[in-house]
Structure formats: C-alpha cells, structure tokens
C-alpha cells in the first residue's frame, strides 16, 4: 500500500516524501480512525434498528395498523433525507467530529424516550428527530476516511470500512430482537441507547477528522499536492455534480430494496411465516450476514482488478441482484426456507454495490475538502427511496390483505431500474464523461 503524503515545512512545492515512508504516528492514527469511524456507524444503528424489529408488537400491543407502522416509519426517513442536506452543510461547516458526536448525543436521547411513547403522534414526532440525528453518520464518517485514505486504496479499505452498515445492521437486529423477547419492546430502545453511548466516549477519545489536526501530514493522492485548510467555498464541476445525480439515482432504487427488507421483512416472517418476533427479528438477519463476503468482494475486486473503476463491479453485482429479486418473485412465496434463501442472495448482491458507489465512489467524485458534501448530497437523493417504499408498502400490505406477490414485484422494479443507472453511466464512463 503506498501512500504519498505533504511535503514537509520548507519543501518546494509540489514535493513529496517516497512512497511507503508514513510516519508510524500516522500508521498508528490511521488505525484509531478506522475503528472509530466504524464502530460509529455501527453504533448508530442500535437507536435505528429497535422500530422495525418491534413493529408486529407494537401492532399487537398499541393497536397500531400496518399504514399507521408505515407513517412512522416514513416521518423518519423523510426526516433522514432531508438531514442528508444538512448534515452535509454542517460537516462543511462544524467539521465531521462535532456533527457525528451531535448525531450520536441526539440519537441516545430520542432512543430513551422511544421506550416511553405509547401513541401514533408521539412515536412520529420522536422518529423525525431520530431521522435527524442519523443523517449525520454516513457523510462524515466517509468524509473523514477521505482525509485520511487516498483513492488508490479506498476500494480496498472501504470494502472493509463499509462492512459497518451491514454489520451494524446484523448486530443491532438480533440484539434488539432479544431485548424484546426477554424485557419487552420498551427495553429494546432503552439498550440500544447505552450502547451507543459507550461508542460516543470510545469515538471521542480516537477520531480526528483529518491528520493536520493532529500536526501530521496529509495523505493525498500520488502526484498532487495537499490543498489548504480553508480555501473558500466548495464548488463541483459540472461533470461532478452529473455523476453525484447519478449515484444518487442508483441509490434510490437500491436502498428503497434494502431499507423494505430491513423495516418490513421481521414483519413479514411474523405476519407471513407465522414466526415469534423474536425469532422473525433473528431469521431477517440472513439478508445482512450474505452482505458482508458481498461488500468486501465488490471493494477487492474495485482495486485490483479494476483500477479503482467503480461502476463495472457495481454493475455486475446489481445484474445478480436483479436475479436475485426474481427468484424472491417466484419461489419466495413457497415457504420460509425459500425466502431465507432469497434473503441470503439479496444480501450478498445488493451490499457490494451499495457499500461502493456510496463510500469510495462519493469520495472519488470530489476532493478531500469535498468528500462529505459529496457523500450526504448522494446519501441524500437515496434516500428518499426508503421513505418511498414506506409509504407503499404499507398500503400495499394492507389493501392486498397481506399478499407479499406486488411487493416483491415492486422489488425486482426497483433492481431493474438500479442495473439500467449504473449502465448508463458504464457508458459515460467508455465515453469519457466520467470518471468512477
């Protein structure tokens, strides 16, 4: 791994030090930022995670329909998109460390008084705040890893850093699922708090959003020098802001896949598969263990066999989830095993392309200094996906009495459409337009 760095006080400019000489301070604190930004991401989703699993007790407990479950759900992930855009001008703004730890202090306190709501209007209101607070976490935490890795290497490391949605998902799930079962659902929002605060002060104590802060060089790309500090407003060209428009579109459809499993498949192992929901909450988790080998994979294969170009082996990925939601169409209906299985190959072809194009393609379309906006812009435009497929579903589950058949359809849609964005921009690749 090489890594060209500043030149030192009184170099000539343009300068820098050989390939593979880092200082070992950096090596040290390149380590204490991946693991903090990580365990952050991670961390955020123990507050996230507790609605979705709890959804078919509150059904049964608070009297809550599945549309009533789907405007909850929906006032968060609205509120979540539009804290995308905020979050990306405060990280400009306060710096990736002051918004993330902001987003976790806020996270922890909605968490709490989750446990305590009992009606339709206070659980929206509480989730608008959580949406809020969560949008702080994917722009900065790769805004800091664009500090602190150059792009040569970010496929690999981010195949590994990007693991933290999947794992967060996959951890937080089971977890919350076990609280309810043993403490009941008011406890699953009370646990998943403490241990985001435990994150917050380990976060704390090892992240800084880039090594100037710390008094050591800059890790910049082979051949260019360290920009300034501060040098003014951050600007995109035109052929960046194209390419932020279209990963942004690609994730809309592949996150509107990804966030109808993660809030509606325990609800539809219970409610369709006639499983506890604790067990429903443990068996959903197939779809985010099949994602971690799917993440890691697409990330290897970006570097070494692609040269860091991202959307051939996003769009490889995607073609296998498009197989993958038409198998859900016709045998997912069958039984539970066939839909575990379903879920197992959803997971392992729809993260890798997520994890990529979001993580090392957002902070490859700009500069360090860029990197967050870049990030929370196209985390943005994605996830009004989610709010979309909320909303429908909902509905949809209710007017159909249930039939889960137009959902999946509605699934292998929103794939189609995912494999057909990134083709287009496969094109403006070989054409010259873009460069990802």
């Known amino acids: 791994m090489s890594t060209v760095l500043r030149s030192p006080p009184g170099a000539s400019p343009g300068s820098s030090t050989e390939p593979g000489q880092m200082p070992d301070a950096l090596r040290y604190w390149r380590w204490r930022v991946f693991a903090s930004t990580w365990f952050c991401y991670v961390g955020f989703y123990f507050c996230r995670k507790p609605f979705s699993i709890v959804k078919s007790t509150l059904k049964t407990e608070l009297g809550f329909t599945a549309d009533d479950l789907g405007q909850i759900g929906s006032a968060y992930l609205i509120a979540y998109a539009i804290g995308q855009f905020v979050a990306a001008g405060m990280g400009s703004r306060l710096g990736a460390r002051i918004n993330l730890l902001l987003g976790m202090s806020l996270s922890i306190a909605v968490g709490v008084a989750c446990g305590f709501a009992n009606s339709r209007g206070t659980f929206m209101a509480l989730m608008v705040l959580s949406g809020l607070a969560q949008a702080t976490g994917w722009s900065g935490n790769v805004g800091t890893m664009a500090n602190w890795f150059h792009r040569q290497e970010r496929g690999k490391v981010m195949g590994w850093w990007a693991t933290n949605f999947t794992m967060g998902s996959l951890i937080a799930g089971p977890f919350a699922a076990w609280v309810l079962g043993n403490y009941g659902w008011n406890a699953s929002f009370f646990a998943g708090s403490v241990v985001l605060s435990a994150i917050l002060v380990f976060f704390s104590f090892n992240q800084r959003d880039r090594p100037e802060d710390l008094g050591l060089p800059a890790v910049i790309e082979p051949g260019t020098v360290a920009e300034a500090a501060d040098s003014g407003p951050i600007r995109f060209s035109r052929q960046a802001w194209t390419n932020i428009l279209m990963v942004g579109l690609f994730y809309f459809f592949v996150k509107f896949i990804r966030y109808a499993l993660w809030g509606w498949a325990p609800f539809f192992l219970t409610e369709n598969y006639h499983l506890s929901s604790e067990n429903a909450g443990y068996w959903s988790t197939a779809f ?149």
Request: hydrophobic fraction near 55%; proline fraction near 3%; aromatic fraction near 6%.
């Open 288 to 436: 985010d263990v099949a994602g971690i080998p799917g993440v890691f994979l697409c990330g290897w294969l970006s570097d070494r066999v692609f040269k860091s170009r991202r959307v051939t082996v996003s769009l490889i990925s995607t073609l296998g989830l498009v197989a993958a939601t038409g198998l859900l169409c016709t045998v997912g209906l069958a039984s539970l095993d066939a839909f575990i299985a379903c879920l197992l190959f959803l997971g392992l072809t729809l993260y890798g392309p997520d994890a990529l194009m979001t993580g090392a393609g957002a902070m490859d379309i700009g500069s360090r200094r860029s990197a967050v906006v870049a990030a929370g812009i196209i985390s943005g435009f994605g996830s009004v996906g989610p709010i979309v497929q909320e909303l429908l579903i909902g509905k949809m589950y209710d007017a159909k009495s249930g039939d889960l058949g137009p959902i999946f359809a509605m699934l292998l849609g929103s794939a189609i459409a995912a494999a057909l964005t990134l083709l287009v921009m496969l094109w403006r690749n070989k054409s010259g337009r873009a460069d990802l």
